[in-house]
């Protein structure tokens, strides 16, 4: 009998904690103490987050809270602060000191009655920054005419922006192409001042992470500087002859070529003591009378520049 006394008086205090009665002059029936709500309302689930994000809840109960709170990754729960001009409970979350990859948040709402409902979401942990190679133009190598920018990017939660800047402090959007799988842009090299420009690369994932590719870049427009110096136009040849030519570029030379009569090109040599270029040119197999001799000379961005002469072949 005295342990049924004992359950009943047990059973009487948790009615008094979840019951609440009505003040006199109103309906004096008794209501039952709803558990609270809580909600998150971002991070969504599975929604990519990288650095410092902020947790936000929505939570409330018809008696009061006495405690919103918050653990990640099983771990304790603590406390987070009511923003007033939102009337949301925020907590701000250092995501580089978790790890990466898929992180477990249960939130955790408690009313004055000790009431508690717990809700739980998971986001995808990115502080990896984007993969970023300049494909062309390669480092070292001059650049001429309409210029063709690629890049290689690659990122695990995607790249909503690739962006390019050559020196002006303004950044242009690159555009994929589905073909190669590669980010390109083309720029006009005659448009550009100066001949060496600072190429900035920066690609943005969705979560916020940069990363950038520099490259210093020459940009070379301007054509060779190419004379014949011997034989001199309209001149008699026989036996062998001596073909000489001035070559120069504000960059570099790549090559200093001849041809007769539009055939195939054939190497000069430098002459380091007299600084020309030189080729010794058999005429006894050759034809006689009027020949075309040009020159050719090439720089390391591609341009060229031709001369040519006249000579009459007489054996």
């Known amino acids: 009998m005295r342990v049924f006394v004992v359950m009943l008086a047990l059973l009487a205090l948790v009615l008094s904690a979840c019951v609440k009665v009505q003040p006199p002059g109103t309906d004096q029936g008794l209501s039952i103490d709803q558990a609270p709500s809580i909600e998150v309302i971002g991070p969504t689930q599975g929604t990519a987050v990288g650095g410092a994000f902020t947790l936000q809840i929505k939570a409330g109960d018809d008696q009061g ?3 919103v709170e918050y653990a990640v990754g099983g771990g304790t729960f603590a406390p987070m602060n009511l923003d007033s001009a939102s009337g949301l409970f925020e907590v701000s979350i250092d995501s580089k000191a978790l790890g990466e990859d898929s992180l ?21 942990v990115d502080n990896r920054a984007p993969s ?18 690629q890049v290689q ?17 303004t950044f ?22 100066g001949d060496r420009h600072s190429l900035t690369i920066r690609a943005r994932d969705s979560v916020g992470n940069t990363a950038q590719a520099l490259l210093v870049m020459t940009v070379d427009n301007e054509a060779p500087r190419v004379r ?4 001199r136009d309209e001149a008699l040849a026989s036996g062998t002859l001596t073909l000489q030519a001035r070559a120069e570029d504000d960059v ?11 055939e195939v090109f054939r190497p000069l040599n430098l002459n380091g003591a007299e600084g020309v270029y030189e080729a010794a040119i058999d005429t006894k197999d050759m034809k006689g009378g009027e020949h075309s001799l040009t020159i050719r000379a090439k720089d390391s961005a591609g341009n060229t520049a031709r001369a040519a002469v006249a000579i009459t072949v007489d054996n």
Do not use: C, H, W
């Open 252 to 262: 570099e030379l790549m090559a200093v070529e001849y041809t007769l009569d539009g």
């Open 132 to 149: 970023l190679q300049i494909i062309s133009p390669a480092e070292g190598t001059p650049a001429r005419g309409l210029l063709t920018l």
């Open 228 to 231: 014949i110096v011997s034989p």
């Open 172 to 193: 242009s959007p690159l555009k994929l192409n589905t073909e190669t799988g590669r980010y390109e842009a083309f720029i006009d090299s005659k448009a550009l001042k």
């Open 153 to 169: 990017a690659t990122d695990d939660m995607g790249l909503p922006a690739l962006e390019y800047e050559l020196g002006d402090g």
């Open 65 to 67: 809270l006495s405690a």
């Open 104 to 124: 477990s948040i249960t939130v955790r709402a408690t009313d004055k009655t000790g009431q508690a409902v717990e809700v739980s979401t998971s986001v995808m």
